[in-house]
């Protein structure tokens, strides 16, 4: 079993270094250490910080071995330097931070062949790689939204994600009554998912699917975002302060829209999720339909409760990992895949794509878990406890499997939308 279990985790730490490398040799060094948005680090500074972070957990602490580059922490710690700042710093240019990186992941490597994953709780079941691996998708996921806001030629390739297998319109019901949220049996769950706690939730509707291109369009054709009565009145401030009248990306093309993905425009597609939208819009969408948006225990409840047994299931369509049959994830694809495209990854009661393809805006804040325990450190989930967040859940096209399940929880500023986020609709039972 511990030699099933390292060779998974070396499978998977070179699976996130191929992307990581996808994303950084595809564009030339001026374009690596470029700013391409105040929002977004440059993407060499992304690459040597997934770096630095292995070497910290795995070559330091689990290794116990001597540091590489403690000289360079300051630069590479999330906390010290703001995003737009970061381009001012000393950073290791392009090749030396391939070098670094590679160079960590060598002594990395080496660790893992020699440390015992069962001594204590910080390499149990493998968490501490596990960790590592799921920080360089996150980054992965990053610089794959920085290389969206990136103006250029195209760089990135993908096939189109797969068409519509079956329709999906309309809203489910979701029975009331107690169902298990969070995890204690989860390997590699991050500490805010944990602990498995009860939560008893009264009788809702959910949409089946993502809200569309053309469900948002008719909400722009009905004046939408000058009608202030479907805004919050911190969102309506923030409509008028940033001018909003579309999604980020979105342009109009004759009598219709157009959106800019990854250097290529094109018209936009009708049934596809509705993407790079922020939580203030899709707020203001769900009071025009007459709805809200789930809470985030609601979103979970819809994705992992089984009413046959009662049991919160890992996915919506079992235990199983996911696989390209059940959704779009790892940017395998470059776009949301159409509403109806995954009909095997649905849930016991009918609901669709709730992994995969757009991060979901909840109206729910973060905090942390009845009982919750930070582990292995605070400034993962504990310090953005409280803040000016809104939940996200689901994962993206552009989020990679290992970084989503569930129960996994992400966490975004309410005006944020250079992030692949889309949302779904719920309401009350009558």
Not at 86 to 103: D, K, S, V
Request: glycine share 8%; aromatic share 10%.
């Amino acid at each position: 079993m511990t030699q099933d279990l390292r060779l998974t985790i070396a499978a998977e730490l070179e699976r996130a270094r191929a992307r990581t490398t996808l994303l950084t040799e595809t564009v030339d060094d001026a374009e690596l250490v470029r700013q391409h948005s105040p929002l977004m680090s440059p993407l060499v500074w992304d690459l040597a910080h997934v770096g630095n972070q292995e070497e910290l957990w795995l070559v330091r602490d689990v290794g116990g071995r001597e540091p590489l580059r403690r000289d360079i922490d300051e630069l590479y710690d999330a906390f010290k330097h703001t995003r737009s700042d970061r381009p001012a710093l000393p950073l290791l240019n392009p090749t030396e931070a391939r070098a670094y990186a590679g160079q960590v992941r060598d002594k990395a490597m080496d660790v893992l062949d020699h440390v015992r994953l069962n001594d204590r709780p910080l390499v149990a079941d493998g968490f501490a790689f596990g960790m590592i691996v799921q920080h360089e998708q996150q980054h992965d996921e990053t610089m794959l939204a920085t290389h969206q806001l990136r103006v250029g030629a195209p760089v990135l390739e993908a096939p189109s994600p797969p068409p519509a297998r079956s329709p999906v319109r309309g809203e489910v019901r979701i029975p009331g009554g107690p169902f298990t949220m969070g995890t204690d049996t989860e390997a590699w769950a991050l500490d805010n998912e944990r602990p498995a706690h009860t939560v008893d939730l009264p009788t809702f509707f959910i949409d089946a699917a993502p809200v569309t291109n053309a469900h948002y369009a008719a909400f722009i054709a009905e004046g939408g975002y000058d009608d202030e009565r479907w805004w919050s009145e911190r969102g309506w401030a923030y409509r008028q302060k940033a001018g909003l009248v579309a999604p980020l990306h979105w342009q109009r093309d004759g009598d219709g829209w157009a959106y800019t993905r990854f250097g290529r425009t094109q018209r936009i597609i009708a049934d596809e999720p509705v993407v790079h939208v922020c939580y203030f819009e899709a707020q203001a969408y769900a009071a025009w339909a007459g709805k809200r948006l789930p809470t985030e225990a609601e979103w979970e409840k819809a994705a992992r409760w089984d009413p046959a047994t009662g049991r919160s299931r890992r996915y919506p369509w079992g235990d199983e990992s996911p696989g390209p049959e059940h959704a779009n994830l790892g940017q395998r694809h470059l776009a949301p895949a159409p509403a109806g495209a995954y009909p095997l990854g649905a849930s016991p009661l009918g609901v669709h794509q709730l992994i995969g393809d757009v991060w979901e805006w909840t109206d729910s804040g973060f905090h942390g878990y009845p009982g919750f325990q930070v582990f292995p450190y605070a400034e993962y989930s504990q310090v953005f406890f409280g803040g000016d967040y809104r939940v996200l859940r689901g994962g993206s096209f552009g989020t990679d499997a290992a970084a989503c399940r569930g129960t996994f929880r992400n966490w975004d500023h309410p005006i944020r939308r250079q992030i692949f986020s889309g949302f779904r609709c719920a309401r009350d039972a009558d």
